[in-house]
Nanobody, 123 residues
Framework: QVQLVESGGGLVQTGGSLRLSCVAS????????KAWFRQAPGKEREIVAT????????YYTDSVKGRFTISRDNAKNTVYLQMNSLKPEDTAVYYC????????????????WGQGTQVTVSS
């Protein structure tokens, strides 16, 4: 059983930066894909970025390409999301997740979820 804990969210002005961290415990998920999702009030949860086990392959949703960077440090059981040039539309609760089975771009493929961390970008 894998537990995920996100941190690093907060309030930032437009154009600012934040780095989110997600620490895994209770198991070894280093061989599995990781992902960041986000959900804004009144909207469906959407995928933000994914990363494979080695960190050599990444995926980003179009709205964050060039601004966000996903990375991982398996020695620390941690995945990161560096967010630059933040916009008000980035405001959401951000969740990290570990792939269980299935394709990495499908939300239902992820069985382990963190509690979420709030990111608010003021305009």
């Amino acid at each position: 059983q894998v537990q995920l804990v996100e941190s690093g969210g907060g309030l930032v002005q437009t154009g600012g930066s934040l780095r989110l961290s997600c620490v895994a415990s209770g198991g070894n998920s280093n061989t599995y894909n990781k992902a960041w999702f986000r959900q804004a009030p009144g909207k469906e949860r959407e995928i933000v970025a994914t990363i494979n086990w080695s960190g050599g392959r990444t995926y980003y949703t179009d709205s964050v390409k060039g601004r966000f960077t996903i990375s991982r440090d398996n020695a620390k059981n941690t995945v990161y999301l560096q967010m630059n040039s933040l916009k008000p539309e980035d405001t959401a609760v951000y969740y990290c997740a570990t792939l269980n089975s299935g394709t990495y771009i499908e939300e239902q493929s992820y069985n382990y979820w963190g509690q979420g961390t709030q990111v608010t970008v003021s305009s």
